[in-house]
């Protein structure tokens, strides 16, 4: 039995999942001892079988030995003794005792008669800022029915509510003051709306003061935005081009499927406008690749459609997809037999990836490369996202929030660029929605990649961020477990394709 490569289970978050108890109790003297399963998802892969040790989300290749205690605890907890014999002329004794050790180790097999060791949560330290989202505006020039800062489904009234519609220089200037001041060696900004674009001067001038101000305090800053890109134009595309800003293209896929959602005031689709505008940037900005972000609905699941027009035609280096976010009974809400049909089109344009990946050439699938990442670090998740943690969102007014889906939410803020993070707030929202108290995901086996899902998207159906999403349960464990099934064909086909995961830090994987 080995490791498939990915780290130990390093948690990342300001309050970690911790074992309690020995990680490896000594197993002599044993003979006597009642074992049983411990709690890991069986995958195969490349012809071998592996398994997710879910406490630890460590990914580990069962060697024969290891299968076949595994297979022969299948039925229930047995005594060590007993396993030793009934492997006999199979496996040599050392080799038993040894794989049972591992084993062990990894939380595979426990005592039986023991309880499961009980996560704990330690107490919450500061970590510094990663990612600031700064909503430039809260206005928009399109009129996307499932768009949550506009639908039925909003938090905030952006329309007839106290919120500036667009940030002022003054407030963004005092935004990346809060950035520098909150993060590491690195600022990361992001500039966000609405449509970001729509306030173009201040994102310009508030770049512009940024680089001068990092350059001060010395540190190094980061930027990126997402836009609809109506409002692309040369002298917009140069500046991005230069100033080597991340750029997200937020577009639904060919004509036919754009047009479905992404229209104008009036009704118009915008695929006519935005086509030409995005062929000119992807021509121009050549100093970071571009991405597009899918929003997937009822009416617009054909993934592989999507990805071969975005990726393949059009020219994007990579294409993210999102279910939609909404509550059940709207019309573009993706219902259980969509999810499946979903799953299958996320797994077959998965299998082109592998390919891809083999070959050790590049496939612009993020959704897989993200999971992959997420696989490979090890990471044991406690939050599902960094909102609140190493990412926040500012609205047009100042006001710090969780991110920046609840920008401008009094409900949901953590304070003002000016006045800074509320501590104690903070504090009291993390311990709140720490995976621990979702009893929920107590016995999932995809909680460390899902951790109960986004706060947003709960918000939305249930009208609390504290649950877990537990309408989308199928389809996390389908996607998570498509997802280990490539982990493991890599690990043993191309190892070195997963060397790119090491240390790497994936910014943005934090927002959506
Ligand atoms: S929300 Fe569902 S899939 Fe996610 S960890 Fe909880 S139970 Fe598992
Ligand atoms: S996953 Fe949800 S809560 Fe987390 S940053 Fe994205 S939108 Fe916000």
Redesign the pocket.
């Known amino acids: 039995m080995s490791a498939a490569g990915n780290s130990s289970s390093s948690e990342r978050t300001m309050a970690p999942v911790e074992p309690t108890g020995p990680v490896a109790p000594g197993i002599s003297p044993g003979v006597d001892t009642l074992v049983r399963l411990g709690e890991f998802h069986r995958f195969d892969a490349a012809g071998e079988r592996f398994g997710y040790m879910v406490p630890s989300a460590a990914v580990f290749a069962f060697d024969a030995c290891a299968s076949a205690l595994a297979d022969a605890l299948g039925d229930g907890p047995r005594t060590i003794g007993d396993l030793v014999a009934s492997l006999e002329g199979r496996f040599r004794p050392d080799e038993v005792w040894d794989t049972l050790g591992e084993l062990y180790r990894v939380r595979a097999i426990h005592e039986a008669k023991a309880p499961a060791p009980a996560p704990t949560i330690l107490p919450l330290t500061v970590i510094p800022l990663q990612t600031l989202?700064v909503n430039v505006t809260n206005q928009c020039n399109l009129s996307c029915e499932y768009c949550y800062e506009y639908g039925e489904d909003k938090i905030v009234d952006t329309e007839n509510g106290q919120q500036p519609k667009f940030m002022s220089e003054e407030t963004a200037r005092e935004a990346i003051d809060f950035a520098l001041r909150e993060s590491g060696t690195t600022a990361m900004v992001t500039f966000f709306g609405g449509e970001t674009l729509m306030n173009f001067p201040v994102l310009k001038k508030t770049v512009a003061y940024a680089r001068a101000r990092a350059a001060e305090v010395g540190k190094a800053i980061d930027f990126s935005l997402t836009t609809n890109a109506t409002l692309l134009k040369p002298d917009v595309i140069d500046f991005l081009a230069d100033e080597r800003i991340g750029v997200t293209i937020s577009i639904d896929g060919p004509q036919e499927i754009q047009d479905k959602f992404r229209v104008f005031h009036n009704g118009k689709g915008s695929y006519d406008l935005v086509a030409p505008k995005i062929k000119a940037l992807l021509a121009r900005h050549r100093s970071r690749p571009i991405g597009a972000r899918v929003t997937l609905t009822r009416q617009t699941l054909d993934v592989m459609t999507i990805y071969r027009h975005l990726h393949d035609e059009m020219g994007f280096w990579e294409v993210g997809f999102a279910p939609v976010?909404t509550a059940p009974q709207r019309g573009h809400a993706i219902s259980d037999s969509g999810f499946d049909h979903l799953l299958s089109q996320f797994r077959l344009l998965a299998q082109d990836f592998l390919q891809a990946a083999l070959a050790n050439r590049h496939h612009g699938f993020s959704n897989v490369r993200e999971t992959l990442q997420e696989i490979h670090q090890g990471h044991a998740k406690a939050y599902?996202?960094?909102?609140?943690i190493g990412?926040l969102?500012v609205a047009t007014d100042g006001n710090v929030s969780?991110?920046?889906?609840?920008a401008g939410s009094e409900a949901h803020s953590f304070g003002s660029v000016t006045g800074g993070v509320d501590r104690g707030k903070q504090a009291a929202f993390l311990d709140a929605h720490h995976i621990n108290h979702k009893t929920d995901c107590q016995s999932c086996w995809a909680r460390p990649i899902c951790a109960g899902?986004?706060?947003?998207?709960a918000h939305t159906r249930y009208g609390s961020?504290t649950g877990p999403n537990l309408h989308y349960c199928e389809w996390i464990r389908g996607w998570t477990h498509t997802c280990l099934e490539i982990y493991g064909e890599l690990a043993v086909k191309n190892p070195g394709f997963l060397r790119q995961f090491d240390g790497a830090d994936d910014e943005a994987s934090?927002?959506?």
């Not at 599902?384 to 609140?388: H, I, M, N, R, T």
């Not at 899902?453 to 998207?457: D, R």
Request: proline residues 4%; charged residues 15%; aromatic residues 8%.
């Open positions: 989202v976010t599902p996202c960094g909102a609140g990412l969102g969780l991110c920046h889906r609840f899902g986004c706060y947003h998207e961020t934090q927002r959506h």
